[in-house]
């Protein structure tokens, strides 16, 4: 039981690239969220999902896209790459409305 | 507007004494509150939850309170111990969505 796995750990991009980042649970939770942390900063909700094909936007929503085609992934969409999207990335999903679980984070950084 | 709010940024405490972690919160339409903790590196773990429907909940050595009236919950780590150094995050959750504040640094002196 991997819980919640994220990919890369690390990136690094040039401003105006675009990048997929990837999020699988094995627990068959059907809430999955998108989160990033700015340095000294909670975590911003940026996208969720409650279950496969159903997605909402949420806190920070922009310039990121989202899809959920199944009840496992839950993969986030940078298009356009800016200095301003340099953030740690978490994804956690949870079984209705209870405690979630996160991954480990991706580090990324827009130069 | 920051709904959740955790006004102190860092927690010095002794080992063996108690930590007391604030958290304060503007929307009344929330009706789930959770605390989670993370080390450096990680992603954050879940610690201990309330309902809006209890004042109190227990795990262990840690104890969450929640007063509905002030809109205040505070975590409460009794002894506390040298791998309880974290940060800490409050959430508070509505519909599934949570709202989470800024973090308190816990450091628990040996």
């Known amino acids: 039981n991997a819980g919640v796995t994220q990919t890369p750990k690390f990136r690094i991009l040039k401003i105006g690239q675009s990048m997929t980042l990837q999020c699988t649970q094995d627990?068959?939770?059907?809430?999955m969220y998108w989160y990033r942390q700015d340095p000294g900063m909670g975590l911003k909700l940026i996208y969720y999902?409650?279950?496969?094909?159903?997605?909402d936007k949420g806190e920070v929503p922009n310039g990121y896209n989202v899809s959920r085609s199944t009840t496992e992934d839950f993969p986030l969409r940078l298009e356009l790459a800016a200095p301003s999207q340099t953030s740690v990335y978490f994804c956690?999903?949870?079984?209705?409305?209870?405690?979630?679980?996160f991954g480990p984070g991706t580090r990324l950084t827009v130069l | 507007d920051q709904q959740v709010k955790q006004n102190s940024p860092s927690l010095s405490v002794q080992e063996g004494r108690i930590s007391i972690l604030n958290c304060d919160y503007t929307?009344?339409?929330?009706?789930?509150f959770l605390w989670y903790k993370k080390y450096p590196a990680e992603g954050p773990t879940f610690l201990i939850s309330?309902?809006?429907?209890?004042d109190k909940n227990e795990d262990g050595r840690f104890t969450v309170f929640l007063n509905k009236s002030a809109k205040h919950l505070s975590l409460h780590i009794v002894p506390s111990q040298p791998g309880d150094s974290a940060v800490y995050f409050c959430?508070?959750?509505?519909?599934?969505?949570?709202?989470f504040g800024d973090g308190t640094t816990l450091t628990v002196k040996p």
């Open positions: 956690a999903s949870s079984y209705h409305y209870n405690e979630q679980f």
């Open positions: 627990m068959n939770h059907n809430y």
């Open positions: 999902s409650v279950g496969a094909g159903i997605t």
């Open positions: 929307n009344s339409m929330f009706d789930y």
């Open positions: 309330i309902s809006s429907i209890k």
């Open positions: 959430a508070a959750s509505n519909a599934g969505k949570s709202t």
